[in-house]
C-alpha cells in the first residue's frame, strides 16, 4: 500500500504545470493590492455618499453647560447687587432642514456619481491588470518559444563544431572552420541561458502579479502568440464600441456631470437655507426654569468676502475643463485604434513575409549543409544559413506577440476585462 501511495504521489510529481493565460488574469484580479485599492476606494465613496444623505435627516444634539462659579445681576430696592453663585442648563435640540434651494439635492446627486466613478474606476483598473497580464503572458510563451528555438540553434551549432573536427581530422577541414563553428556554438549557448534568464524574469514577475508558484517547466499555451487578423468590417464595429464602452470616456463623461451638479450646489449657497429648530432647555441659575423652542430659521449669507462667487466661478471652470478632458480622450482614442488597425495590417502582411522567409531558410540551410558536407560551401555560407533560419523563426515568433499585445490593447480600449 506504501509502495503504491508512493508510485502516485511520485506520478504526479512529473507531471508538468500547466497555466493557461485565463487563470493568470483571475487570480492577479483578486490577488494584487492595486485591485484591492480601488476597491476600498468603491467603498470609501459608498461612505462618502452616506454622508451626503444625512442632510436630508433630521439633526439632534444634546446640549449641557456647568458654571462653578458664575456672577449674577440683580437688583434690590433700585440698586443692582451681584451675587456668585453656581449655574447649569442640559437641553436637546432639534433641526431639520426645510429648504436650501436644492443645495444638498445636488450635493448629494454629486455624491451618488462620484461613487459611480469609483465604480468605474474599478473597472478600468480591472482592465488594466487584464491587459498587463495578458501582455506579459503572451511574453513568456514567446520567450518559452524563443528558448525552444535556441536550444536547437545551439544543438545544430554544436553538431556543426563535432562534425569540422572531424572532417579536420581527415584533413578535409582547416582549423578556421573548427574555431568559427567553435565560436559560433558557444554564442549560441550564451543566447540561450540570456533568452532563459529572460523567461525566468517574466515568470517571476508573473507569480508577483497573481501569487501562484510558476515552475520553470511550466507548460503554456502557444496559440497565443499564433497569428490571426480582424476582419475590416469587425475594426469600424471595435471603434464604434470603443467609442461608446470605453471605461475612460465614461469617467470622463462622470466627470462632467458630477462638476456641473456642484456648480449647481455652488449657486444655490447664495441663497442660504430654511430651517425648521426646536428645543427643550432646563436651567438652574439662581432660578429653576425650562425653555421650549419651535420655530423656522432662515439663514442667508449677505457677505462671505467673495468665497460663494468664487467657489461659482471654479465649478463652471471644472465642468469647462472636463469637457475638453472628454473631447481630448475621444480624439485619443480614436487616433490609438487608427494606429492598432494599421499596426495589424502591417503585421498580418510582415507575417506572410516571415513565413516565406522561414520556408526559404529551411530549404536553404538543407542545401548548404550537404554542400558543405561534399566540400562545395564554406563555413561562413553554412553559418549564414543558421543564421537566417534563427532569424526566420525568432521573427515570426515576434510578430505574433505583437499581433496579441495589440488585440490586448484593442480588448482594454473596448472595456473588455476577461
Known amino acids: 500500500m506504501k509502495k503504491l501511495l508512493f508510485f502516485v504521489l511520485f506520478t504526479l510529481s512529473l507531471k508538468a504545470q500547466i497555466l493557461s493565460m485565463q487563470e493568470c488574469v483571475d487570480q492577479a484580479l483578486t490577488h494584487h493590492p492595486d485591485i484591492k485599492i480601488f476597491m476600498l476606494k468603491v467603498a470609501q465613496s459608498e461612505e462618502s455618499y452616506t454622508v451626503s444623505r444625512s442632510d436630508y435627516l433630521p439633526q439632534v444634539a444634546l446640549l449641557g453647560e456647568y458654571n462653578p462659579q458664575r456672577t449674577y445681576v440683580l437688583q434690590q430696592s433700585g440698586q443692582f447687587d451681584t451675587i456668585d453663585d453656581d449655574g447649569w442648563s442640559i437641553g436637546v435640540m432639534l433641526k431639520q432642514k426645510i429648504w436650501d434651494f436644492s443645495k444638498t439635492t445636488s450635493l448629494t446627486e454629486a455624491s451618488q456619481i462620484e461613487q459611480q466613478i469609483a465604480g468605474l474606476s474599478l473597472e478600468d483598473a480591472k482592465a488594466v491588470m487584464a491587459y498587463k497580464i495578458k501582455s506579459l503572458y503572451a511574453l513568456m510563451v514567446l520567450q518559452r518559444e524563443a528558448i525552444d528555438v535556441r536550444r536547437k540553434d545551439a544543438k545544430a551549432k554544436e553538431a556543426f563544431y563535432k562534425q569540422a573536427m572531424g572532417f579536420h581530422k581527415q584533413g578535409l577541414k582547416t582549423k ?34 497573481t501569487g501562484i508558484r510558476i515552475n520553470k517547466d511550466v507548460k503554456l499555451d502557444f496559440t497565443t502568440i499564433k497569428s490571426g487578423g480582424i476582419g475590416l468590417k469587425k475594426t469600424y464595429a471595435l471603434k464604434h464600441q470603443a467609442l461608446k464602452d470605453n471605461l475612460q470616456i465614461k469617467i470622463a463623461s462622470k466627470q462632467i456631470d458630477k462638476n456641473q451638479k456642484l456648480h449647481k450646489a455652488a449657486k444655490a449657497s447664495h441663497f442660504g437655507s430654511i430651517d425648521a429648530t426646536a428645543s427643550h432647555t432646563q436651567t438652574d441659575m439662581l432660578n429653576r426654569y425650562d425653555t421650549n423652542v419651535i420655530g423656522v430659521t432662515l439663514n442667508v449669507p449677505l457677505y462671505s468676502g467673495g468665497r460663494l462667487s468664487a467657489e461659482e466661478q471654479r465649478m463652471q471652470i471644472e465642468t469647462n475643463v472636463a469637457r475638453e478632458q472628454l473631447e481630448s480622450k475621444s480624439i485619443a482614442l480614436e487616433e490609438e485604434f487608427e494606429n492598432l488597425f494599421l499596426d495589424l495590417e502591417s503585421y498580418q502582411e510582415s507575417t506572410k513575409a516571415k ?16 554542400r558543405y558536407k561534399e566540400g562545395l560551401s564554406t563555413y561562413v555560407e553554412v553559418l549564414d544559413a543558421a543564421s537566417f533560419l534563427l532569424s526566420a523563426q525568432l521573427g515570426l515568433l515576434e510578430i505574433g506577440y505583437k499581433q496579441r499585445v495589440t488585440l490586448n490593447r484593442i480588448d482594454y480600449l473596448t472595456g473588455k476585462i476577461k
Not at 529551411?362 to 549543409?369: G, M, S
Open 176 to 209: 578556421a572552420d573548427v574555431a568559427r563553428f567553435k565560436a559560433a556554438h558557444y554564442l549560441a549557448k550564451e543566447d540561450l541561458e540570456v533568452a532563459q534568464a529572460s523567461f525566468d524574469k517574466s515568470r517571476n514577475t508573473m507569480a508577483l502579479y
Open 355 to 370: 513565413k516565406a522567409q522561414l520556408v526559404s531558410a529551411k530549404e536553404a540551410q538543407e542545401v548548404v549543409d550537404a
